[in-house]
């Protein structure tokens, strides 16, 4: 789910370029069982930032 948004989020454009393939390798991660989101919050803080924005945005679809 977390991988989905985030993938989302940069189709829509609302993702900084530059972390664009870190974003891509944590999707891969995350759907293969590799990455958990408890090991994001080592990230860059954009990567952070964007895993953040993305977990608000499943929790605003969900609700």
Same mark, same amino acid.
């Given at each position: 789910m977390l991988a989905n948004e985030l993938s989302n989020m940069l189709t829509e454009n609302k993702?900084? !370029?530059? !972390? @664009? @393939?870190? !974003?891509? @390798? !944590?999707?891969?991660?995350?759907?293969?069982? @590799?990455?958990?989101v408890n090991d994001l919050k080592e990230k860059d803080p954009f990567v952070v930032n964007a895993v953040q924005e993305a977990m608000d945005r499943i929790t605003k679809h969900n609700s």
């Open positions: 993702l900084p !370029i530059t !972390i @664009e @393939e870190d !974003i891509h @390798e !944590i999707c891969r991660g995350l759907q293969s069982g @590799e990455i958990s």
